[in-house]
Nanobody, 121 residues
Framework: QVQLVESGGGLVQAGGSLRLSCAASGRTFFNMGWFRQAPGKDREFVAA????????YYADSVKERFIISRDNAKNTGSLEMNNLKAEDTAVYYCAASSSGGIYYSRDYQYWGQGTQVTVSS
């Protein structure tokens, strides 16, 4: 099992920045991803990073604005979010994959409880 705990969400004005953190414990996993879910919408992929950190993947909607990273020595991951927009408002989830998948919720076996990000326009 892998336990994931997100932190760092909050309320920010449009154009501002937030940094989400994800603390992991338990067994080893491969990819770490971030997803988000806005009210009335399906959960969507935001970003992912491989075990080594050598490859990062982003949804088109967040490219050039968000940066994903991880520190395996500390068992942590983070999502730096810049130039936030009202449409970024959602609950953000950290997820861990033992199967190597990247883009789909079904690729991830472990999930955090989520942290709310609200961007005011």
């Amino acid at each position: 099992q892998v336990q994931l705990v997100e932190s760092g969400g909050g309320l920010v004005q449009a154009g501002g920045s937030l940094r989400l953190s994800c603390a992991a414990s338990g067994r080893t996993f491969f990819n770490m991803g971030w997803f988000r879910q806005a009210p009335g919408k399906d959960r969507e992929f935001v970003a992912a990073i491989t075990w080594s950190g050598s490859r990062q993947y982003y949804a088109d909607s967040v490219k050039e604005r968000f940066i994903i990273s991880r520190d395996n020595a500390k068992n942590t991951g983070s999502l730096e979010m810049n130039n936030l927009k009202a449409e970024d408002t959602a609950v953000y989830y950290c997820a861990a994959s033992s199967s190597g998948g990247i883009y789909y919720s079904r690729d991830y076996q472990y999930w955090g409880q989520g942290t709310q990000v609200t961007v005011s326009s």
